[in-house]
């Protein structure tokens, strides 16, 4: 005799709320942990995906399509409240002071890893999100540490801010062109793919300078409920139907994100991150939950090797950016180290070229690069100067970036 569907029904749902109040349970111990340490979470939260998915001693079953679409949702909210901390005129000074350094951190890492794809025989597709990989440097680490090491104010800091805003454009045009690529289109896909994705940032860009000011009066309220759902379903609108026209959902996100500014944004910004930190620590679990642990050693070596060139590359941009905008030596050296760690940006195209049928061995590639970079270069920040701020500083501006480290609660 079959069990009736009601009882079924309950025991699934059972099933899902006993793995996700343990996933989460053990997210916030191992994130408690790792504040004790000074580690960023990114790393804990992929380990923890990487323990629970398939082929690991306690694959979860009843709640990986919950974790997938909470996932998503992550990381819309990532970018969302990264753009909550840029204003239009902040943006478009980063990009007109900082598009020269900008080009050079693109050309200088991204090419190890193009390289590395195809000295492997990946091919040339792989060699272009692996190349995106190694690139792009994570925002929410390298923020959360500025602000834990009084450095916002910093000579340096300026530079570094820069390059992580030419950083995400650039995503906005990378992440449509990956899309393409990976499920097969022409060139003439691609060339169709980036002109629509040019279009829309720049439109985008356009509107968020002109009309900012307009959708922020129309968004704001003194109800925190009613400006929480307004903000979280523009998000998800804007990034719904960015996504239809192949531009990312995080990129309109962020570009959302820009638009706010004044008291929506701070107002937003409050009643988002631990939204956002939760959400975003399940996209780290379940990219985790994507990559079979037993795919992970023979392909250490390659990841750690990657590493050290990544790290090289970072430091050496950072410091050749700072010297150029006359920062004394030892801030050429921070601006450097603020670069290295890797996070949620390289895990989102991993995690793309995973879902696609890429090569199989890049998300595990992706896996140990990351965990690599996001710890090493968490330590290398805190390793010179620790929490002193520069004497020579400029006054803390009053709109400096309060982020929370991405992924997870200080």
């Excluded at 570009?255 to 620590?281: M, T």
């Excluded at 590359?313 to 670069?339: D, E, F, P, Q, S």
Aim: hydrophobic share 50%; proline share 6%.
């Amino acid at each position: 005799m079959q069990p009736p569907a009601t009882v079924l029904a309950a025991s699934t749902s059972g099933d899902l709320l006993l793995e996700l109040g343990a996933v989460l349970v053990g997210l916030a111990l191992l994130g408690r942990l790792a504040g004790r340490f000074g580690v960023p979470t990114i790393p804990i939260y992929l380990i923890t995906g990487l323990l629970l998915g398939e082929g690991s001693a306690i694959p979860l079953h009843a709640s990986a399509d919950f974790i997938r679409v909470a996932a998503d949702l992550g990381v819309v909210l990532l970018l969302l409240l990264l753009g909550l901390e840029y204003t239009p005129t902040e943006l478009r000074t980063g990009l007109t002071q900082g598009w020269v350094a900008g080009l050079v951190d693109l050309a200088a890492n991204a090419t190890p890893g193009a390289i590395a794809a195809l000295v492997m025989g990946w091919g040339p597709t792989a060699a272009v999100v692996l190349g995106g990989i190694t690139y792009i440097s994570s925002s929410g680490i390298v923020a959360k540490q500025l602000v834990d090491l009084d450095r916002i104010a910093n000579r340096e800091t300026p530079t570094v801010l820069s390059i992580l805003v030419f950083e995400d454009l650039v995503m906005a045009v990378y992440l449509p062109v990956v899309g393409v690529l990976l499920v097969g289109g022409g060139p003439g896909d691609a060339l169709a793919t980036v002109a629509v994705a040019v279009g829309v940032v720049v439109l985008g860009l356009v509107s968020v300078a002109r009309y900012g000011s307009h959708v922020n009066r129309a968004i704001a309220t003194e109800s925190s409920e009613m400006l929480l759902l307004t903000i979280l379903g523009l998000a998800l609108l804007i990034g719904g139907l960015a996504e239809r026209v192949q531009v990312s959902a995080a990129v309109a996100a962020f570009l959302l994100g820009v638009a706010l500014s004044g008291r929506v944004a701070e107002q937003g910004r409050a009643l988002l991150l631990p939204v956002r930190d939760v959400f975003s620590g399940l996209f780290f679990v379940f990219f985790g939950l994507q990559v079979d642990p037993r795919d992970l050693p023979p392909l250490l070596v390659p990841a750690i090797l990657l590493a050290v060139v990544g790290a090289a590359t970072k430091i050496a941009t950072g410091r050749w950016a700072a010297a150029r905008n006359g920062v004394a030596v030892r801030g050429r050296r921070r601006a450097g180290y603020a670069l290295v760690p890797r996070g949620e940006f390289s895990v989102v195209i991993a995690g793309i070229a995973v879902n696609a049928g890429a090569d199989s061995r890049l998300g595990p590639l992706a896996a140990g690069y990351v965990l690599c970079l996001a710890v090493v270069g968490s330590l290398l920040m805190r390793s010179d100067g620790s929490s002193r701020r520069d004497p020579r500083a400029r006054p803390r501006p009053s709109h400096a970036p309060t982020r929370s480290p991405t992924g997870g609660t200080p």
